[in-house]
């Protein structure tokens, strides 16, 4: 079973930075490169928001538009980790960001396509 655990949330003024990780277990090397790990965010009354996605292997990335040219997503294979560095923080980027995996490279970003989900860790950027 896929377990992924966050770290790296915070609280930051607009226009700073912070960089959030995603380190997956319980998949072996082979498996993780041929998974999707991908980052959504979540804030009350609002449907789950996809923010970026990357292959395990590192090869394959999205960015949602929201985040396009501040957000960058990258994985570490050798540690199956996986990384969101987030620059220019926006008071509208608050929210609890959470880690997400599903077998197979390619495809589908929705959410609901995504069987394994971490607890998710706080941002919060003020004005």
């Known amino acids: 079973q896929v377990q992924l655990v966050e770290s790296g949330g915070g609280l930051v003024q607009a226009g700073g930075s912070l960089r959030l990780s995603c380190a997956a277990s319980?998949?072996?090397?082979?498996?993780?490169?041929?998974?999707?790990l991908g980052w959504f965010r979540q804030t009350p009354g609002k449907e789950r928001e996809f923010v970026a996605a990357i292959s395990g292997s590192g090869g394959i990335s999205y960015a949602g538009d929201s985040v396009k040219g501040r957000f960058t997503i990258s994985s570490d294979n050798a540690k199956k980790t996986v990384y969101l560095q987030m620059n220019s923080l926006k008071p509208e980027d608050t929210a609890v960001y959470l880690c997400a995996a599903r077998r197979g490279v390619g495809g589908s970003l929705f959410s609901r396509d995504f069987g394994s989900w971490g607890q998710g860790t706080q941002v919060t950027v003020s004005s």
């Open positions: 319980g998949l072996s090397f082979v498996s993780y490169i041929s998974y999707t």
